[in-house]
């Protein structure tokens, strides 16, 4: 029997009883908070492009660990902006490299407390900006890769309890597992970012890494947004080539790939809510068009709604903060778990 028999507001009418039939949950743990470090930085650098995000210090650097952490946050990705930039991207692999002092400061002060998650790509490092090596004005692939290996090596051994190849070399997983088991570093995952679509919502991204690239664009590596199946096919490589976690990205445009990736594998899936989403939302909020609390709650729910196991986002420490009140929260998280900190 349909209407008048069938009445679905019945099950909305009081907040107790929409909290008690919400299908989603989001909580500060499900967010990674990325991080700028810059070789430069004496005190936190603003990214004009980026309202609310700095090229760190090793300093400032530690205590946005220590606000995340304090706000239930556990986990963090590291992005490194050195000061020389050559062909070899020699500055990425250098044990004293800015992204490998970064890794052992934050793991030297906080321990097991916080997952580092270090960013394992070349553009950061090359003078060029591309993501691979560059002979003859092409990107090399195998080259590249076996590069990539070299990168996520000594990240590793400066501590990073992940890395996570964004470079979308063919071969790239398979490339960083051989090296990383042959350096006895076995138990260290690799969260792939499998699904990496050549977007213009990196654009801001490029302004706090100092990467955007010199000639040419990415689009012979990243993938072609018009394309849905072609994801599926760069998820399941990884897969094979043992990537313990993937990633999509961007989230904004791409919660169809989201949603159909979490159907179809079985390692978790994370979502990245990139610079360009981070920006908008931003932009529009500060013209008092949008709500930003409001906004971004709705939307990092439905990246969890989409299926995402975790949510990369610039708006980590702002979201976590808003998840403690229940005005913002939507009713969505339960109030005893909003805490993450231990005391
Ligand atoms: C580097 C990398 C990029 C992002 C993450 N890792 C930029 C790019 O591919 O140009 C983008 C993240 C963002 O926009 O927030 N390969
Ligand atoms: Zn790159």
Same mark, same amino acid.
């Given at each position: 029997m349909t209407f008048p028999f069938t009445r679905p507001r019945r099950l909305r009418r009081t907040p107790a009883l929409r909290s008690l039939l919400q299908e989603t949950i989001l909580q500060p743990r499900h967010l990674v908070y990325p991080l700028f470090v810059a070789e430069k930085s004496t005190e936190p650098v603003p990214v004009a492009s980026m309202p609310g995000v700095f090229q760190h210090s090793i300093d400032s650097v530690l205590n946005e660990v220590a606000d995340a952490l304090k706000l239930g946050i556990k986990a963090v990705i590291l992005f490194g902006v050195p000061d020389e930039k050559n062909p070899e991207a020699t500055a990425a692999f250098d044990e004293h490299g800015i992204i490998q002092q970064a890794t052992k400061a934050i793991k030297e002060r906080f321990g097991d407390d916080m997952v580092v998650i270090t960013d394992t790509c070349l553009c950061e490092y090359t003078h060029h900006g591309h993501c691979g090596i560059v002979m003859g004005g092409h990107v090399l692939n195998d080259p590249s890769a076996e590069l990539l290996g070299k990168v996520a090596v000594s990240q590793a051994a400066a501590g990073a309890d992940i890395v996570a190849p964004?470079? &979308? &070399?063919?071969g790239q997983v398979a490339y960083i597992r051989d090296m990383l088991d042959d350096a006895g570093y076995e138990h260290i995952p690799i969260m792939a970012y499998s699904a990496k679509y050549a977007s213009n919502l990196y654009a801001p991204f490029r302004d706090a890494a100092e990467s955007t690239p010199s000639f040419g664009n990415r689009a012979t590596y990243q993938m072609d947004w018009h394309n849905r199946r072609e994801a599926l096919r760069e998820v399941v490589l990884d897969v094979t080539e043992c990537a313990d976690m993937i990633m999509v990205k961007p989230g904004l445009f791409y919660q169809d790939i989201l949603a159909q990736t979490c159907d179809t594998v079985d390692v978790p899936v994370f979502v990245y809510s990139v610079s360009g989403e981070y920006s908008l939302f931003k932009a529009a909020a500060q013209q008092g068009w949008l709500d930003e609390p409001l906004i971004t709650m709705e939307y990092l729910t439905a990246l969890r709604r989409a299926g995402a196991d975790g949510i990369i986002t610039y708006a980590a420490k702002d979201a976590a903060r808003w998840l403690q009140d229940e005005a913002t929260a939507g009713g969505n998280v339960p109030p005893d778990n909003t805490h993450g900190d231990k005391e």
């Open positions: 964004s470079a &979308m &070399m063919d």
